[in-house]
C-alpha cells in the first residue's frame, strides 16, 4: 500500500518520529531521580551521559525534516534502550520507545515503500 500523497505522508511521519524523539529526550530526564534512589546513586558520569542523551533526543527531533535524520532517530534508540543498565525501570520504557519506533519504521515503509530517504516523487496528473 503506498500514501496517495507521499509528500504529505512523509512530512506527517517525520511530525509523529519529532514527537517520539522528544517525548524520549523527555523520559531520559527522569531518570535521574529514580537512580539517585537506589543502589551506587547518581555519580557525575551517569548524570552527564542522561543529560547527554536527553539534548541529542531532543536535537534530533529538531532534524526530522532532514533526509538524515530518521537514521540518527534509529541510532539514538540504542543508547536509549541501554539506560536499562543505569535504572531498571529503563529496559521497560526504553523497549516501549524502541518498539513505537520500530513501528513507525513499518508505517513509513508501508505508505512510502522506504523506512528511510525522502518521500517519492508525488505521481503526475
Known sequence: MTAPDPVRAGRALGGAAAAILLLEGIAVLFVPRGIAQSGDGLTGFRLTVLIVLAVLLILASGVQRRPQGLVVGTVLQV??????FLGSAMWLVGGVFVLIWAYLLQVRKDLLGSPFGPPPAPPAG
Do not use: I
Open 79 to 84: 543508547p536509549l534502550l541501554l539506560t536499562g
